[in-house]
């Protein structure tokens, strides 16, 4: 990437600060993205992962700052969108004294930008950042597991949809199949069958569908034959990008909603969804929960607090389902609407 195609990314985003640090002492790299503060000071995680090229890793600082703007716009918080990447492999690279470098940096900010887990980046490693500031959410402990928080609001992201197709929010009696039995998806599937679902799983990890199979009488089936199966909703909990021109015609299902992340491969998939009359609960709107965890533990609040503000999503999303209805425009671009307008009337 020549400084002219850089230029070019910024120009797409438009963050409103770009840092690039190096600390030749420790050999941290780290690119933080501040993406708008409109709304509040930034806020996202810090993702520690080996980009082949720097350019990669300033192209995902950028979309994933500009995500969480979106997210938190939505979900009604205090604070504008940021991102933080680390380059390097966390298996090699990571070690105390990186980290506490990486933790003064954030200290600079002095809570304009304020950062937690992400992928590469765990409890234990915010428990060794906490020594050198106060500015990381998740870190003063009023969970020791965010995705019991997210898995919630997906319950109640679920419920929306089905008052919204089916004309009753109730789960009993529903059917749904999840995808990944993972941090999410193990408790996703512990809510449900508490509720009277019935739940078909698939995951890649024998262990993790053992678990639920045993625990809550999940059905299990292979990891492509969970596209195709007849139920009322499908939960995608595992990968990003599965919502593409080669699964869609697959489904059979009335409803997506679960917690992964970039569910859509392309926006234009989350219209195709809209086309075949699949309700889309929007990837960043349903999976909020762990998010406004994260803000509780940041400000001092509760769990049982976090828990009551992630019930919120039902109502949200119930809203976008109807301008969604009303205006006949897909879901995900109802919700990418009011974030855009949230962040313009406060700037
Ligand atoms: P996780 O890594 O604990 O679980 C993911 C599970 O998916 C694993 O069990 C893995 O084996 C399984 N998996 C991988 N490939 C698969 C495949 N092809 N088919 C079926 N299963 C497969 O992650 P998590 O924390 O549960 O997060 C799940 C998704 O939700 C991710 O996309 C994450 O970004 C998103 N998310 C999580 C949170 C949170 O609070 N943890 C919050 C917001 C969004």
Redesign the pocket.
């Known amino acids: 990437m020549n400084i002219a195609q850089a230029h070019d990314l910024l120009e797409q985003y438009k963050p409103e600060e770009v840092h690039y640090f190096y600390d030749p002492t420790t050999k941290l790299k780290a690119i933080i993205v501040i993406h708008s503060t409109a709304l509040g000071p930034a806020t996202g995680g810090t993702r520690f992962f080996s980009y082949p090229q720097w350019e990669l890793a300033l192209e995902d600082a950028l979309r994933l700052a500009q995500a969480m703007s979106y997210k938190n716009a939505l979900a009604e918080l205090p604070f504008g969108g940021g991102k933080a990447v680390i380059l390097g492999d966390p298996k090699r690279d990571k070690h105390p004294k990186l980290l506490r470098a990486y933790a003064r940096l954030i200290h600079q900010f002095n809570g304009r930008f304020t950062t937690g887990e992400d992928v590469g980046i765990g409890p234990e490693d915010l428990r060794e950042m906490m020594q050198e500031t106060r500015f990381l959410a998740g870190a003063q402990g009023i969970t020791h597991d965010?995705?019991q928080v997210?898995a919630h609001g997906v319950l109640h992201g679920l419920r929306a949809a089905f008052q919204s197709v089916l004309g009753s929010d109730a789960p009993q009696g529903r059917t749904i199949a999840v995808?990944?039995?993972?941090?999410?998806?193990y408790h996703l599937i512990r809510l449900l069958t508490e509720a009277g679902a019935r739940v078909t799983v698939?995951?890649?990890?024998a262990r993790?569908l053992e678990r639920v199979r045993r625990e809550f009488g999940a059905q299990v089936v292979e990891?492509n034959a969970?596209y195709a199966l007849e139920c009322d909703a499908f939960a995608p909990?595992?990968?990003?990008g599965i919502i593409n021109d080669q699964t869609i015609p697959l489904l059979n299902c009335k409803i997506v909603a679960g917690?992964?992340?970039n569910q859509l491969k392309e926006p234009r998939h989350g219209d195709r969804l809209h086309e075949f009359d699949i309700l889309y609960a929007p990837d960043y709107v349903i999976?909020a929960?762990?998010l406004i965890a994260g803000v509780q533990d940041l400000i001092g609040g509760s769990l049982e607090r976090a828990l009551k503000d992630t019930e919120k999503i039902y109502d949200r999303l119930l809203k976008i389902f109807e301008i969604s209805r009303r205006e006949g425009l897909a879901p995900h671009r109802v919700a990418d609407r009011i974030a855009e307008e949230r962040l313009c009337k406060r700037q």
């Open positions: 965010l995705s997210t995808q990944g039995a993972g941090k999410v998806g698939s995951d890649v990890d993790a990891p969970i909990c595992a990968l990003g917690s992964a992340n999976n929960g762990g």
